[in-house]
Structures are given as C-alpha cells and as structure tokens.
C-alpha cells in the first residue's frame, strides 16, 4: 500500500505469529489505557507459552523494526505510527453500530432540511458528538456539481442578478454586468433554455460547452443569440470558492498537554485551503480512509489521525467528510461512524 491516504485493505502478508500477536495486544491495551505496555503485563494477557524474557526480546525487535518506540528507559512500549497501520491494516476488527447510533445519524441528516449549507453544518456537528473528536465536512467542488435550474433577475439597467441551484441543492448567487441593456423577459428565455439544455450536466460541462458556443464564428448567431451566449458564459464563470466546516476543536485539544503543540494544531484547524486539499487526496478513492500519523503531509498534524469519507450524488463524488483525533484513537468505534454518517449523508442529498 502507498500514498498518504490509506484504504482499509489487509496487506499481503503479516509478522510472524508472536510478532504479530504482541504487536496487536499492545496497540490495543495502549488504546485502551494511554498507559506503556511492559513485557510482565503483556505475559499475564497473552497466553503464548513463553517467558517475559522472550517476550521483551520480540517487543526490542519490533521496536527496532519501527512498530514500537520507548517513551522513557524505564517504561514500556507504545505504538509508532507505523505500530498503528499495522493494527488498523492487519489486527483490526470493527465494531458493529448500534442500531441505536445508526438512527441518530439518519435523524440528524434528515432533520436538516434548510438546504446544503444546513445539511453539511449539522453533519460535521454530529461526526464531532458521536466520536468526541473534531468533526471535518469539506463542501462540494463546484466543478463536479450537476445543474438543477440557473435564473436571472435584472436589478439595474445593465446588472443582472444570477441563481444558480445544483441538485446537491448548493446556491450560488452571483452579480454581473453586461454591456447592452436585457429586458426581464429575455432573461427568462435565456434561463429557461439553458435550463432546458444543461439540467442534471455538471456545472465545468456547461461552462465549457458556452465557451465553445463563444468560441465559434459569430456569424452564427444573430444579435440575441450572442447577447444570450455572452450572459451565459459570465454566469457559469465560477471561482472554486469552497467551504470548510470544522466542530469540536475542543475534543482535539484535551489530547494534547504541550500548549504550543496545541496552538499549532488549532491554527491549522483555520487554514481552509490547506485542509480541504488534504481532504480531497482521498476523493478518487473508495471506502473509508485513514491517515495515521507521519503519513500526514501536514507536519503539525502528524502526532494526529485522519479519518475520512466521500460523499456523493447519483454516483458522482461531491466532497469529504471526517475526523482528526489523537493517533490512539479506537479506530474500530470510529471508522464505521464515518461510512455510515457518508452514506447518510450522500441518501439525504439524493432525496432532496
């Protein structure tokens, strides 16, 4: 497996079976307790036949091999970044949701009926309640929306007020201006044939596919037509100004004693573009996605996990939704959370 954004596939091959088995018992009892695992604990759990002496042997072997690290000399193990892909690839099982969590989650996106922003809004709110860690919802691209109805409304002489309703029911609004005056009633013509031409057509398809009707010989076109040409194309001429929501950055925050450590990560938290790119580097991928650790590109994130899905409309991939928490996080509670608030989420899209 490469890349950042790490899929939950089982790789090929695992440690050899004492490695392996005392490599699990540790990530989990260090999950469990945030307390380092020590061979004579580790002996009294497992049942393996063999002495602390050789069990410490395994556990100086899979520290040399990166799974392990030692916080002090004295203390025991705990899992490297490294020790936690392992555990998330190899020794992992997820727990089943409750059919009790299941019907919070399809009740928080059902209830938010106020369009998009609402939907997306109460997502990340919950994504954060359920887990108790920092919720993350990244807005669709802009680009890969699919066109429900644009429409016109002349508010000056030559401004012209623009909606535009995709049918994920994300509103874009914009004004423009135009260089001849537009009767209202020719505003509407031109609305009701675009939206007769490109409805349901991602929104990038119906810019370009005007930019080519622009591009071509205006002897073509009779004075009404190029006015209708030149309107569309300032209408679909849109920035990739995306939104990012972010909930629980408290959660986060009582992981962490170091205050810098702490401010670094919460200044972080504010850099949109920074975090909806590193949301997007899993978009083309299936299934839920997990970043652990130094697998994270962003530096001040990397004591962190990131825990992620797609959500999507009739087939095409809208945007991501997620958590970051500590890298000791119970993987197996969370991740099904994620896919199931994903799937939630993309069914309350598709019916609104």
């Given amino acids: 497996m490469t890349g950042n954004n790490q899929s939950l596939k089982k790789p090929a091959a695992s440690l050899e079976?004492?490695?392996?088995?005392?490599?699990?018992?540790?990530?989990?009892?260090?999950?469990?307790?945030?307390?380092?695992?020590?061979?004579?604990?580790?002996?009294?759990?497992?049942?393996?036949?063999?002495?602390?002496?050789?069990?410490?042997?395994?556990?100086?072997?899979?520290?040399?091999?990166?799974?392990?690290?030692?916080?002090?000399?004295?203390?025991?193990?705990?899992?490297?970044?490294?020790?936690?892909?392992?555990?998330?690839?190899?020794?992992?099982?997820?727990?089943?949701?409750?059919?009790?969590?299941?019907?919070?989650?399809?009740?928080?996106?059902?209830?938010?009926?106020?369009?998009?922003?609402?939907?997306?809004?109460?997502?990340?709110?919950?994504?954060?309640?359920?887990?108790?860690?920092?919720?993350?919802?990244?807005?669709?691209?802009?680009?890969?929306?699919?066109?429900?109805?644009?429409?016109?409304?002349k508010i000056e002489e030559r401004r012209i007020y623009v909606v535009l309703i995709t049918q994920s029911n994300m509103v874009l609004h914009k004004i423009i201006e135009v260089s001849e005056t537009l009767s209202q009633d020719f505003l509407n013509s031109v609305s009701a044939s675009l939206n007769r031409q490109f409805e349901t057509e991602p929104l990038d398809d119906v810019r370009e596919q005007v930019l080519q009707s622009l591009s071509e010989s205006h002897e073509k076109y009779n004075q009404l037509l190029a006015q209708a040409v030149r309107l569309s194309r300032k209408a679909f001429d849109l920035t990739e100004e995306r939104q990012l929501y972010v909930d629980g950055q408290s959660f986060i925050v009582k992981e962490f004693n170091d205050i810098e450590k702490i401010q670094r990560l919460l200044e972080t938290l504010e850099e949109k573009i920074t975090l909806i790119g590193l949301m997007d580097n899993g978009m083309d991928e299936e299934g839920v996605q997990v970043t652990i650790g130094e697998e994270n590109p962003i530096t001040d994130l990397q004591t962190c996990s990131l825990i992620t899905a797609n959500y999507s409309n009739g087939g095409i991939v809208l945007g991501s939704i997620g958590i970051l928490g500590p890298t000791r996080m119970d993987y197996s509670r969370v991740i099904p959370i994620i896919d199931y608030t994903a799937k939630a989420l993309s069914e309350a899209i598709a019916n609104q």
């Fill in 17 to 153: 079976d004492r490695f392996h088995k005392i490599l699990c018992v540790i990530v989990q009892s260090y999950i469990e307790t945030t307390e380092p695992v020590g061979s004579r604990s580790l002996s009294k759990i497992l049942d393996l036949g063999i002495s602390p002496a050789t069990i410490r042997n395994i556990m100086a072997d899979l520290t040399e091999q990166g799974f392990l690290e030692q916080p002090h000399t004295s203390a025991g193990r705990v899992p490297t970044y490294k020790g936690y892909r392992y555990f998330v690839d190899i020794c992992m099982g997820q727990t089943p949701l409750s059919t009790e969590v299941k019907r919070v989650i399809e009740q928080a996106v059902r209830e938010s009926s106020q369009g998009l922003v609402s939907l997306l809004t109460s997502t990340c709110q919950l994504l954060a309640g359920l887990t108790q860690f920092t919720g993350i919802v990244a807005s669709p691209r802009i680009s890969q929306t699919r066109l429900r109805k644009v429409e016109f409304l």
